[in-house]
């Protein structure tokens, strides 16, 4: 079975706060995938990328940055944590193939930011 | 601009009734949709998935019905369960760029009651 692994399932923290994420795929994927999930909202996407050390920006980067230094291993960055990215975070992985299109997901990190 | 919107935030059914759970999309270059289910404190798990060259795709207990002229998918949950109740989101790919992104909608959240 595909595993994705999050650091820590719950996280609370103060304004102006540096905050790392981290996310571990355990079965090669290509792509990895972070997003955060808020109530009417659902799912959008902050960062992804496709290859060691290779990042795009998604719909929402603004505050976040990312780090991919080996292919298992993702990390989501807040450089400055702010009230407003209290939020579940998920992160996400999936092959690169024809016809292949799930993202498996980790469980989540709740982080609220004081 | 959302590209897959879910307009019913939640939806309470009957155990034992059908549960219908609808998305609707605008980017007619989707080719792919996927719907997810998520527990709360959990990341989303895969549910089913149709191809935009289908317009049905049935695996148990849930069908996905796709319309392309109406841009509009649904998830039919036949019979539903308390187990069932969660939160279920739509998501939509478009492989241009072969980066295994999904859009995903807002979320409804479906209660099926004993």
């Known amino acids: 079975d595909v595993k994705v692994t999050q650091s820590s399932r719950y996280l609370v923290k103060r304004t102006g706060e540096k905050v790392f994420l981290e996310c571990v795929q355990d079965?090669?994927?290509?792509?990895m995938f972070w997003y955060r999930q808020d109530p009417g909202l659902g799912l959008r996407l902050i960062y992804f990328?496709?290859?060691?050390?290779?990042?795009e920006k998604g719909d929402i980067p603004e505050g976040y940055s990312v780090s991919r230094e080996k292919k298992e291993r993702f990390s989501l960055i807040l450089e400055s944590a702010s009230t407003n990215q209290t939020s579940m975070y998920l992160c996400?992985?999936?092959?690169?193939?024809?016809?292949?299109?799930?993202?498996?997901f980790g469980p989540g990190t709740r982080l609220t930011v004081l | 601009d959302q590209q897959v919107k879910q307009n019913s935030p939640s939806l309470s059914v009957q155990e034992g009734r059908i549960s219908i759970l609808n998305c609707d999309y605008t980017?007619?270059?989707?080719?792919?949709f996927l719907w997810y289910k998520k527990y709360p404190a959990e990341g989303p798990t895969f549910l089913i998935s149709?191809?935009?060259?289908?317009d049905k795709n049935e695996d148990g207990r849930f069908t996905v019905f796709l319309n392309k002229s109406a841009k509009h998918l649904s998830l039919h949950i036949v019979p539903s369960q308390p187990g069932d109740s969660a939160v279920y989101f739509c998501?939509?790919?478009?492989?241009?760029?072969?980066?295994?992104?999904?859009?995903f909608g807002q979320g409804t959240t479906l209660q099926v009651k004993p």
């Open positions: 996400a992985s999936t092959f690169i193939q024809q016809g292949y299109n799930e993202q498996f």
């Open positions: 079965m090669d994927h290509e792509n």
């Open positions: 990328s496709y290859d060691v050390k290779m990042k």
């Open positions: 980017n007619s270059m989707f080719d792919y």
């Open positions: 149709i191809s935009s060259i289908k």
């Open positions: 998501a939509a790919r478009s492989d241009s760029s072969n980066t295994g992104k999904l859009i």
